[in-house]
């Protein structure tokens, strides 16, 4: 029971930085498009948002 427990908090851990990691990109990419007012940019960020 606690093995199943310990896999579970370790593949919530590992969901939850990647989730981390795309708001990284998907944030910094946000930044790059408003800045450079790149349309193109700012569409693949929105149509990338799931």
């Known amino acids: 029971m606690r093995e199943?427990?310990?896999d579970d908090l370790r593949a919530l851990h590992?969901?939850?930085v990647?989730?981390?990691r795309l708001t990284e990109?998907?944030?910094q990419?946000?930044?790059?498009a408003?800045?450079?007012q790149n349309k193109h940019?700012?569409?693949?960020?929105i149509d990338?948002?799931?």
């Open 14 to 16: 590992n969901k939850l």
């Open 48 to 50: 990338g948002d799931v």
């Open 34 to 36: 408003f800045q450079t």
């Open 4 to 6: 199943t427990f310990a």
């Open 25 to 27: 990109v998907a944030l």
């Open 29 to 32: 990419q946000a930044i790059d």
């Open 18 to 20: 990647e989730m981390g």
């Open 41 to 45: 940019l700012a569409m693949a960020v």
